[in-house]
């Protein structure tokens, strides 16, 4: 018997399972796949490997067009492969071993629901599990409209493009979300033809319209063929090459095509209905506590909130708090922030104009433009902005994008979660010279009024 089972060891579930062994639970830990979900394995973890080790390429392409530096930088597609797994496989390692330390339980295999408070594990070795209280940490997985369903062969999803042994010469990405924008500067860096495909009028169509303005002008500057505001009846293998149809009848031909146009919650062959659950579209419904059920959690992107890896961990927290009775309090989770990486990057954290003027608040904006900050000016990366979003002379959110932006992050979630007034800036030392102080100019710039209209 265990005091909790948790299902799914992604960063929400690890950080359950590791927090409350930590708190004095006997604790289980289920997990089909490998250790580290999708984050680590297939998803964030790989991707900023593969744009760190690129991202040289874009630097010297600034200072040549600045005439200050001239060359070329060889990646060793091959050797980088083999250094991303090699640093996978070691977290792997140190998170089963400090699982271990801790005391965790941990069983390979599929789980499935028998009845309340029992669960049968399906792998090498079938196994039984009761438990008082469950965390449901499933995940998500890539999610394809029909036509858009990779077949491993021309066309794949973001697992197949991690997994590639050679980076294509062209390459077709449908959606332009920041799964796609991720990946395909990594392509592009790599020397690779993009055609980026999206049914929606603006590159990553959830930031700021100046956010999907500055993204768009740079991949045109990159000759990336946008075919944005359109809808692709199809994409299949033919002849070896990927083959995209629009509805219009048009059809753009490229070596590989990535689908990259969501991720759904992973519930299947779980039975959590046995357990009174519901399952929605977006995720598995849960309370203002997070529980799915009496005494079952649901937490990272299976309960559909949102598809961010230190959310899962912060809700991990909270359960886990509330299950060493630590917490009685509803679950709230402060602002979330968000990051798009890559050159340029996004940031955003806090409301946007568009949530400040929808929830009937006044809204205004004080803007700075990156072209101003020394250090964008240093790295010959100019182009960005980073916008304060006020809300009753308080600081609601901010977003940014350009050079480096994600190094503000933390100082603009702390700014929004203590909802900073104008004068609060002037209290802070901002050191020079640095992109912190393109914050800080946002903070005290001019503020505008913004309208619904």
């Known amino acids: ?184 500067q990594i392509a592009h860096r790599l020397g690779t033809k993009i055609h980026m495909v999206d049914a929606l009028d603006r590159v990553a169509a959830a930031e700021d319209p100046e956010v999907s303005k500055v993204l768009g002008s740079m991949f045109k500057r990159w000759k990336w063929n946008m075919r944005l505001g359109v809808r692709v009846q199809s994409v ?19 070596d590989k095509a990535l689908v990259a146009v969501g991720r759904g919650p992973v519930t299947d062959g779980m039975n959590l209905e046995a357990l009174g659950i519901t399952i929605e579209r977006s995720g598995i419904k849960i309370n203002e506590y997070l529980e799915a059920a009496p005494n079952v959690y649901a937490i990272g992107d299976v309960n559909g909130i949102i598809q961010l890896a230190h959310a899962a961990s912060h809700q991990a927290h909270y359960v886990v708090s509330r299950l060493s009775g630590k917490t009685e309090a509803a679950y709230v989770s402060g602002p979330v922030p968000s990051i798009i990486y ?23 904006v004080s803007t700075l433009q990156l072209a101003a900050n020394p250090m964008a000016q240093a790295h010959a990366a100019t182009q960005g902005v980073v916008k304060v979003i006020w809300s009753d002379g308080k ?16 100082p603009s979630t702390m700014i929004v979660q203590e909802g900073w007034a104008p004068e609060d800036a002037y209290e802070t030392i901002f050191p020079h010279p640095s992109l912190d102080e393109a914050l800080m100019g946002a903070l005290k710039a001019e503020r505008k009024t913004v309208s619904a209209d």
Not at 355 to 360: K, T
């Open 236 to 254: 299949t293998t033919r002849n070896g090459k990927a083959c995209l149809r629009l509805d219009s009848g048009d059809e753009i031909e490229a």
């Open 1 to 184: 018997m265990h005091d909790l089972i948790v299902i799914g060891a992604g960063p929400g579930g690890l950080d359950a399972a590791m927090e409350a062994a930590e708190a004095g639970l006997k604790t289980a830990l289920v997990e089909k796949a490998d250790l580290g979900g999708t984050c680590l394995n297939w998803g964030c973890i790989p991707t900023k490997i593969m744009l760190g080790a690129t991202s040289a390429i874009e630097e010297l392409a600034g200072q040549t067009k600045m005439k200050v530096a001239s060359g070329s930088i060889d990646v060793d597609f091959a050797a980088l492969q083999r250094r991303k797994e090699k640093l996978v496989a070691g977290t792997r390692k140190a998170t089963a071993l400090r699982l271990k330390t801790l005391g965790v339980d941990v069983i390979y295999g599929t789980a499935h629901v028998t009845a309340p408070g029992k669960i049968e594990v399906t792998g090498d070795t079938p196994t039984t599990l009761e438990y008082d209280k469950l965390v449901i940490a499933s995940g998500s997985r890539p999610t394809f409209f029909p036509g858009l369903e990779p077949d491993n062969d021309a066309v794949i999803d973001s697992n197949g493009f991690l997994a590639l042994e050679s980076m294509p010469e062209s390459l077709i990405v449908v959606g332009a979300g920041f799964i796609g924008i991720e990946m395909a």
């Open 342 to 364: 890559g050159s340029p990057e996004v940031m955003h954290v806090g409301k946007s104009v568009h949530e400040v003027i929808q929830s009937g608040q006044p809204c205004e």
């Open 395 to 410: 600081v609601a959110g901010v977003t940014a994008v350009g050079h480096d932006v994600s190094r503000l992050t933390t």
